[in-house]
């Protein structure tokens, strides 16, 4: 399996590291796409990308996984309207998280369909409809999944249930126990 984080100025790295820790358990190959070859994360470290934004063909991938942060720059964004709406169209698994939900709303693939998100729908009435708004941490609604910020775990384990890398339920739960600091030995 082979997943597409998008990462942009200002996303949120804590809210996608469990995912990434969890792919890179399971084998499933990470690749980065930006709109500049180096990104600055909200912690401010400085990222380099694999790949710019327009180069990425979406028959590579399995999924795409969006971070949180400020939606605002990027909303109108035609680049990533179009990688989201190619992700979508052949129906690939899209994982948003926070902020992303707007950007998913951007590009039409909150229509008709549950979603969950940290923003207030008024913050951005265009993208975000009141109706399908989840009252969950998070949501699954067939390929796509979101969460609020801060269920980054149960996001995290959501995403790789609906890819199935877990064993079985006792994988599931072990992994969850892990991330909550509460494995015993």
């Known amino acids: 399996m082979k997943a597409l984080f998008f990462l942009y100025d200002g996303y949120v790295d804590w809210e996608i590291s469990p995912l990434a ?13 930006g709109h500049t070859e180096e990104i ?41 309207r179009t990688l989201i709406r190619s992700f979508h169209d052949k129906n690939k698994r899209i994982a948003a998280i926070c902020g992303a939900s707007a950007l998913l709303g951007m590009s039409g693939v909150l229509e008709d369909r549950e979603y969950s998100t940290s923003l207030e729908s008024e913050e951005f009435p265009d993208y975000l409809p009141e109706v399908g708004r989840s009252k969950t941490d998070v949501t699954v609604s067939g ?14 384990v959501a995403v790789a249930k609906e890819a199935g890398l877990f064993r079985d339920r006792e994988d599931e739960l072990e992994t969850v126990l892990f991330f909550k600091n509460q494995l015993r030995a």
Request: aromatic share 8%; proline share 4%.
């Open 21 to 33: 820790y969890i792919f890179s358990e399971t084998d499933v190959t990470i690749e980065t796409a």
């Open 40 to 80: 600055r994360h909200s912690g401010q470290f400085v990222i380099r990308v694999d790949h710019n934004i327009n180069n990425c063909d979406v028959d590579d991938y399995d999924m795409l996984v969006i971070p949180g942060g400020d939606p605002e720059p990027l909303i109108g964004d035609d680049a990533l």
């Open 143 to 156: 390929n796509v999944i979101t969460a609020e910020g801060n269920a980054y775990i149960e996001f995290a």
